[in-house]
T-cell receptor
Framework: GQQLNQSPQSMFIQEGEDVSMNCTSS?????WLWYKQDPGEGPVLLIA?????ELTSNGRLTAQFGITRKDSFLNISASIPSDVGIYFC???????????FGEGTQLTVNP | DSGVTQTPKHLITATGQRVTLRCSPR?????VYWYQQSLDQGLQFLIQ???????AKGNILERFSAQQFPDLHSELNLSSLELGDSALYFC???????????FGDGTRLSIL
């Protein structure tokens, strides 16, 4: 079953607002990944994080690998309508190669 | 474009039938993964292959099977199909088993 707790489940925001979402686990992860999925399409990799404390940006997106290695955060600044979609966190644990996914955050941006 | 190719994009069939979904991984990727995503659900890991060998199994039903061929493409076989098997099936690939996975656009399977 899922071992990543992703929150919030959904967000409704106005265009131009900043967005924050996070992912937590009771287990330690070696790698954190953030994906975005548009309706009817496959998830697209946004950001990959490999070290505790790492902060990585991709345009208006910024993600952080938590110091405890049990959490990660994704921030989107100055949201635009095309940011609409489902954002998934995912991680590789310290053993094994199975990628664990969060349940996703559904983001709606009102123009 | 992720570089992962899945065919067909859509598949409509009836209960009791058998279908085969195909996946070509990104050039150079040795690991292939299959996921199932039902309506408004998250991604459920089914199975992983690495360089032709099964590496990990998730929540894959006994009616489902997969294989990875010497040219690294993979097929997911679904048999004795039931209405509940209707879902999006995604293939993903990565160079090794612990690196970021890149997803194809999926096959939408509809069972009538």
């Amino acid at each position: 079953g899922q071992q990543l707790n992703q929150s919030p489940q959904s967000m409704f925001i106005q265009e131009g607002e900043d967005v924050s979402m996070n992912c937590t686990s009771s287990s330690i992860f070696n790698t954190w990944l953030w994906y975005k999925q548009d309706p009817g399409e496959g998830p697209v990799l946004l950001i990959a994080l490999y070290k505790a404390g790492e902060l990585t940006s991709n345009g208006r997106l910024t993600a952080q690998f938590g110091i405890t290695r049990k959490d990660s955060f994704l921030n989107i600044s100055a949201s635009i309508p095309s940011d609409v979609g489902i954002y998934f966190c995912a991680g590789y644990r310290t053993s094994g190669s199975r990628l664990t996914f969060g349940e996703g955050t559904q983001l709606t941006v009102n123009p | 474009d992720s570089g992962v190719t899945q065919t067909p994009k859509h598949l409509i069939t009836a209960t009791g039938q058998r279908v085969t979904l195909r996946c070509s991984p990104r050039s150079g990727d040795l690991s292939v993964y299959w996921y199932q995503q039902s309506l408004d659900q998250g991604l459920q890991f089914l199975i992983q292959y690495y360089n032709g060998e099964e590496r990990a199994k998730g929540n894959i039903l006994e009616r489902f099977s997969a294989q990875q061929f010497p040219d690294l493409h993979s097929e997911l076989n679904l048999s004795s199909l039931e209405l509940g098997d209707s879902a999006l099936y995604f293939c993903a690939s990565s160079p090794r088993g612990d690196q970021p996975q890149h997803f194809g656009d999926g096959t939408r399977l509809s069972i009538l």
